[in-house]
């Protein structure tokens, strides 16, 4: 498995044209999970920040990154926001308090981090017992054809932009600790829309 550095390496090095490749991510899309933040929201995985402009100003928002390619680019576009924060920082260890966050945000980011379930018990950790989760993210398709292709060439993607695209994400969401919500699938059929709640006695 890549390690930490060598993803952060890769990330830094696609910075340069990562919103060419991000284009398949809608506006209107972003707009219905942006739609669910409230209060004081933690975005993780910022990159170059292309939600940032459709919070409300009535959330605080605080954005990481454990890229500083992504962030540069990220700082750029934050620059007239007042109600938003960044910082880097590796969603594997997060330097917040527990129960910090009302809403927690990630679009498309644990299809790269090396240990996905580690990050997911770390939002758990952060996320109040009375907050969200909200998470954009492709994840390997339940089509028999499909998902094997994907194991496939899986190796090759995340040797040259350091994603992963057969990720079982619900599984690893489920196997943090954290309670599935609401599951939709968003444009395609690998796309979901995914909300979590934190299941903390």
Known sequence: MPTTETIRKRFNRTSLFYDCMDWVIKDEIRQKVILQAYG????VGVGTGQ???FYPPTCEVTGIDF???MLKKARERAKALTNVTLS???VQSLAFPDNSFDTIVATCVFCSVPDPIKGFRELHRVCKPDGQLVFLEHIRSDKKFLGVL???FNPVVVRLIGSNINRRTLENIREAGLELKQVDTVGMEILKLIIAKPNKQ
């Open 150 to 152: 994907m194991d496939a």
């Open 51 to 53: 939600n940032l402009k």
């Open 88 to 90: 880097e920082m590796d």
């Open 40 to 43: 004081k929201v933690l975005e």
């Open 67 to 69: 890229s500083p390619g």
